[in-house]
């Protein structure tokens, strides 16, 4: 949600700016801009549409100086065009900016009532006027942006210059994520920390209400009371080369082929010989006795992880579990309290109706378990525990191999909570362990069917409607195989528990409503193929992803995606990932842009 960018050092900023820019972009990319201090002067240039239309411009205006800062945007405030694109220049001063100001309309009739002509229709600009009109007043640059702070409402990250103050960048937060990095004779501003790599891997986060300085010596940060923080750096182990393509057509590509090495790491920095070890203490015995309940708040995918976590927890931690939507969590009068465990589950942590349901289960009482791929995001900084993905930079906006490694850490925690509670027998829990230890071969063996997947897909790609269903722990699959189509091919496709067909969708059956069908071979098989001849007795085209040795499944099936036998615990993470090429090859064949999907963005920061 908007990707901000900062530079003050001794080389020229904006080539640095726009490779920063250019691991941001998947936090929006409906417009881009840059502006920095040349002679005295605050330059700006602006586009619409992707990073490359800005790099054109810049082609052919070209600009150059030491301190800039840039943005890339996924619109709120104002639908994407130049104006509203940004920095917002008022003046000499040139701003960036994540979030929403709240009062923003409130603010844009007092300052309207003061003379202040406005040309965008952005609240941005509102921030822009107010840091103007503060230094036309005598303040310094980190005075007007604190004045300006004062009058604002709601949660933000910012990054403003200005030529009158020619090397020097103010940066601001509150409740959106901002890092400095700390280079040789340069400092460097990113939404996160994948716009440093390459640069810098000593990182400084933000804290809320924080104000930072940057210049090519370095960085003084004030906190919200005005005071001098003295805080290290933090180093960062993530590299450059995680976050580059690889050979690979699209990120989302190589990151559906990291997966079998990515839950290896996962899973080993949590199992010790046949033991879960989610720290370096145990659960605490007081707290696995006192809970009686868990509840995961998540959104988008990570609420798709959080639906076969929760069948998890609840067999092997015989805990009563629901996963909630965060944003109706928030507003729910829910039945939560010290008791209930909360995990909340977010790539990005810093998802915010996630955080906000965060916030609600903590001042509720309840203890807090972040379940997070970016450590020292937001979420992890409000929870009690962190249990990290390990997943390394997802850039794709389109979530793979972070589902993936939720999925496996909830897992964990299921059997780490059984544990704890006395509840799983010392041999399921062996098998347990086992199976998940067996994640990687097989996913290395779903990836292998990848070329028949590719076929499959070449042959629906002009299909308008899809069916995804599912049962018991492959619910959540179906729902993230119709959500992979919906984000990438932007085909409707609706994800069902296979036993709610009768009771509905059925009716929307046809033979131009093909139908897939997550068919492992599990307890629910035999109800699950009931279900899948009653879709081919409507006509429908059945997409199986099930098992070649599975002939009683394969022969009810049109086409088939291949599943690797697996054992069925496992086997909502072997199931996905036929759902996910699938989905990549249909985008592909329609010639989208799969990395940046129309509407999308990776973190959604607002609400
Ligand atoms: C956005 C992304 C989704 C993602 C969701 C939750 O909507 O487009 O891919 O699943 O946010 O993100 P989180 O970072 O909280 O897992």
Redo the contacts with the bound molecule.
């Keep these: 949600m908007c990707g901000i960018v900062g530079y003050a050092g001794a080389e020229n900023a904006v080539p640095v700016l726009l490779e920063c820019l250019r691991r941001l972009e998947y936090r929006g990319y409906d417009s881009a801009g840059m502006a920095v201090v040349d002679q005295g002067k605050t330059l700006v240039r602006r586009s619409v549409g992707k990073l490359a239309a800005l790099e054109t411009m810049l082609g052919r205006e070209p600009l150059a100086g030491a301190t800039g800062i840039g943005h890339t945007r996924w619109a709120t405030h104002g639908a994407p065009s130049l104006k509203n694109a940004h920095p917002q220049q008022v003046n000499d001063v040139a701003l960036v900016h994540n979030g929403i100001v709240e009062n923003f309309l409130e603010l844009r009739h007092e300052l309207g009532d003061e003379g202040c002509v406005f040309g965008s229709d952005t609240d941005t600009e509102v921030i822009a006027q107010l840091v103007a009109q503060a230094m036309a007043r005598g303040a310094t640059l980190r005075e007007g942006v604190r004045a300006a702070l004062r009058r604002m409402r709601g949660s933000y990250a910012l990054a403003v210059l200005c030529a009158r103050e020619p090397n020097q960048i103010i940066a601001a937060a509150n409740g959106l994520p901002l890092v400095l990095g700390l280079g040789c004779g340069e400092v460097l501003l990113g939404s996160d920390v994948t716009a440093l790599l390459g640069r810098t891997e000593d990182a400084i986060f933000l804290e809320d209400g924080e104000v930072a300085e940057l210049t090519s010596g370095g960085a003084r940060i004030w906190n919200a009371a005005g005071r001098l923080v003295e805080r290290g750096p933090r180093h960062v182990a993530w590299s450059v080369e995680q976050a580059a393509r690889g050979g690979y057509k699209h990120f989302m590509l190589k990151e559906i082929h990291e997966q079998p090495r990515v839950l290896g790491d996962a899973l080993g920095a949590y199992l010790v010989g046949d033991r879960v070890a989610l720290g370096p203490e145990p659960v605490d015995a007081a707290l696995a006795r006192r809970v009686n309940r868990v509840v995961i708040a998540?959104?988008?995918?990570?609420?798709?992880a959080a639906l076969s976590g929760r069948i998890a927890i609840e067999s092997l931690a015989r805990l009563p579990c629901e996963a909630a939507w965060?944003h109706e969590l928030r507003y729910a009068d829910s039945v939560v309290d010290g008791a209930t465990l909360a995990l909340c589950?977010?790539?990005?942590?810093?998802?915010a109706?996630?955080l906000a349901a965060a916030r609600e289960l903590r001042h509720r009482g309840t203890p807090l378990w972040a379940v997070?791929?970016?450590v020292s995001s937001s979420?992890t900084r409000a929870a009690d525990r962190t249990l990290c993905m390990h997943a390394g930079p997802e850039i794709s906006?389109?979530?793979t191999k972070?589902?993936l490694a939720?999925m496996a850490v909830l897992h964990l925690v299921a059997l780490e909570l059984g544990h704890a509670r006395g509840v799983v027998a010392p041999e399921t829990l062996r098998a347990a362990v086992r199976a998940l230890r067996d994640i990687p071969r097989a996913l290395e063996a779903a990836l292998q069917g990848e070329e028949a997947i590719a076929r499959v897909a070449a042959r629906y790609a002009d299909s308008e409607h899809f069916l995804f269903l599912g049962r018991g722990r492959n619910v959540g699959t179906a729902l993230e195989g119709a959500?992979k189509l919906k984000?990438l091919a932007y085909t409707h496709a609706e994800g069902y528990p296979a036993g709610e067909m009768k009771h509905g969708p059925i009716a929307l059956i046809d033979d131009k409503m093909p139908v897939v069908v997550v068919a492992p071979r599990d307890h629910l098989r035999e109800k699950l193929r009931s279900n899948l001849i009653e879709a081919r007795a409507r006509g429908g085209r059945i997409i199986g992803v099930c098992e070649l040795e599975d002939r009683d499944t394969v022969e009810l099936c049109d086409d088939v995606l291949p599943l690797p036998s697996v054992d069925p615990l496992i086997s909502p993470f072997a199931a996905v990932v036929p759902l996910q090429l699938f989905a990549y090859y249909v985008a592909d064949a329609r010639g989208l842009d799969v990395d940046r999907?129309r509407n999308?963005?990776?973190?959604?920061t607002v609400e």
Aim: charged share 10%; aromatic share 6%.
């Design positions: 998540a959104c988008g995918t990570s609420w798709h965060a589950v977010s790539q990005s942590g810093e998802t109706d996630t997070c791929n970016v979420l906006v389109a979530s972070t589902y939720s959500l984000e999907p999308l963005a990776k973190s959604v």
